[in-house]
């Protein structure tokens, strides 16, 4: 089946530092790539997506590429901020389905 | 707009007790979701609903039932909560399969 695993946390930058969060996945068809984000106490937020290989999701200074070759789906930022401590996740999900399949969650902490 | 809706926010239960768990979105979408959160297992989908009228099993629905009230509601009912069943419940909907999920701020449910 399919599956998405990310880099386990937590992640501990200094304000201003480059992040990157490892993202794989196992696909038995094409999916449909996205970055959550989860912010203390709420739900998931969609931060970008992408739907089809080398497309590129962007938002918020975040950015992620599809790579079919490396079946990868990274989350980078130049320069982050204190308001970036969050949890990230990873998830793939089909265009004609309904079901989500997340990564376990990366916890980043970013101090001033 | 409140976006996806849930209640309550926090319940504690004693093993052997019901509850349910109510989700309501008014943003006029067809497909809705129940997921739960574990520390380091990211979201797993328990059901969903792709349109009104319709219910489906998800990756872990066992101890769980669902009833798609109408468009806007969605609830989750534990007949006979166990200790496992402890976790964070997250609330979703789409406007159709495979689009961008919406999630609510969560339930954080503790069974004794």
């Known amino acids: 089946g399919d599956s998405v695993t990310q880099m386990e946390g937590p992640v501990t930058l200094s304000e201003e530092a480059f992040l990157t969060i490892n993202c794989t996945y196992t696909?038995?068809?094409?999916?449909?790539l996205f970055w959550y984000v989860q912010y203390p106490g709420e739900g998931l937020q969609l931060l970008l997506k992408?739907?089809?290989?080398?497309d590129k999701g962007s938002n918020k200074g975040f950015e992620a590429t599809y790579r079919k070759e490396t079946t990868s789906f990274h989350l980078e930022k130049g320069s982050v901020q204190v308001s970036d401590s969050a949890v990230y996740f990873c998830?793939?999900?089909?265009?004609?389905?309904?079901?989500?399949?997340f990564g376990g969650g990366t916890r980043v902490l970013v101090k001033p | 707009n409140a976006g996806v809706t849930q209640t309550p926010k926090f319940q504690v239960l004693k093993t052997g007790q019901s509850m349910t768990l109510q989700c309501a979105q008014d943003?006029?979408?067809?497909?809705m979701y129940w997921y739960r959160q574990d520390p380091g297992m990211g979201l797993r989908l328990i059901y969903y609903?792709?349109?009104?009228?319709?219910?489906d099993k998800g990756e872990v629905p066992n101890g769980y039932n669902v009833s798609r009230l109408n468009k806007r509601e969605f609830s989750l009912r534990l007949e006979s909560a166990a200790p496992s069943q402890t976790s964070v419940y997250f609330c979703?909907?789409?406007?159709?399969?495979?689009?961008?999920?919406?999630f609510g701020p969560g339930t954080r449910l503790t069974v004794l």
């Open positions: 979703a909907s789409s406007a159709q399969e495979g689009n961008e999920q919406f």
């Open positions: 696909a038995t068809g094409y999916p449909s």
């Open positions: 992408a739907t089809k290989a080398d």
């Open positions: 998830a793939l999900s089909y265009p004609a389905g309904n079901k989500l399949t």
């Open positions: 943003m006029n979408h067809n497909s």
């Open positions: 609903s792709a349109s009104e009228g319709t219910t």
